[in-house]
Nanobody, 126 residues
Framework: QVQLVESGGGLVQAGGSLRLSCAAS????????MGWCRQAPGKEREFVAG???????YYTDSVKGRFTISRENAKNSVYLQMNSLKPEDTAVYYC????????????????????WGQGTQVTVSS
């Protein structure tokens, strides 16, 4: 059973930084792409960033240059470093993993994700 556990959310002023972490378990982490999505109140879930099994990355336009996704296979973890935060970044952030068997995904511009963490709230005050 794949499990994803996020941590690191919180309240920060505009211009500040936060680092989100996601610990994965239940399968061979290094073989799978990972992603981060977010959902703001009243809006649909939005794909924010993805990282391939080999470290290739993708970012949605609104976070390019401010957010950095990374992974540490030895710790079965993926991270999202968020700098220069804006009030519009306020949302619940979710770690996401693709279906079992969808290994070695290279295109991380989105795609299907079957596993989700419980979410961590990020609130950016103006």
């Amino acid at each position: 059973q794949v499990q994803l556990v996020e941590s690191g959310g919180g309240l920060v002023q505009a211009g500040g930084s936060l680092r989100l972490s996601c610990a994965a378990s239940g399968r061979t982490f290094s073989r799978y792409a990972m992603g981060w999505c977010r959902q703001a109140p009243g809006k649909e879930r939005e794909f924010v960033a993805g990282i391939s099994w080999s470290g290739g990355t993708y970012y949605t336009d609104s976070v390019k240059g401010r957010f950095t996704i990374s992974r540490e296979n030895a710790k079965n973890s993926v991270y999202l470093q968020m700098n220069s935060l804006k009030p519009e970044d306020t949302a619940v952030y979710y770690c996401a993993a693709p279906p079992s068997g969808d290994t070695f995904r290279v295109d991380v511009r989105g795609g299907r994700f079957d596993y989700w963490g419980q979410g961590t709230q990020v609130t950016v005050s103006s």
